[in-house]
């Protein structure tokens, strides 16, 4: 099994950031892709970005150039710097990890940008 705590969340204005964090914990060796998703009211959960064992990484266009992904494969841990945050951007945000063919989220954390 593997246990991913998230931080970071909050609340922030239009324009602001926020840095989501993200440590996994039990067994981790083998973790290959790592990644953050989100879902707001009403939708249903969406890739965010994500970043392979090998540094390669992959966003969702409406984030492309505002967020950038990156982990630390000795921490085992994966952070997601939200910069320029837009009302739309408001949504929980969850921690994804894959090791072993099985997927493994984490609980969540609020993201709320006002305008």
């Known amino acids: 099994q593997v246990q991913l705590v998230e931080s970071g969340g909050g609340l922030v204005q239009a324009g602001g950031s926020l840095r989501l964090s993200c440590a996994a914990s039990?067994?981790?060796?083998?973790?290959?892709?790592m990644g953050w998703y989100r879902q707001a009211p009403g939708k249903q959960r969406e890739l965010v970005a994500a970043i392979t064992s090998g540094g390669s990484t992959n966003y969702a266009d409406s984030v492309k150039g505002r967020f950038t992904i990156s982990r630390d494969n000795v921490k085992n841990t994966v952070y997601l710097q939200m910069n320029s945050l837009k009302p739309e951007d408001t949504a929980v945000y969850y921690c994804?990890?894959?090791?072993?063919?099985?997927?493994?989220w984490g609980q969540g954390t609020q993201v709320t940008v006002s305008s």
């Open positions: 039990g067994m981790i060796f083998s973790i290959k892709d």
């Open positions: 994804k990890v894959v090791r072993s063919s099985f997927s493994y």
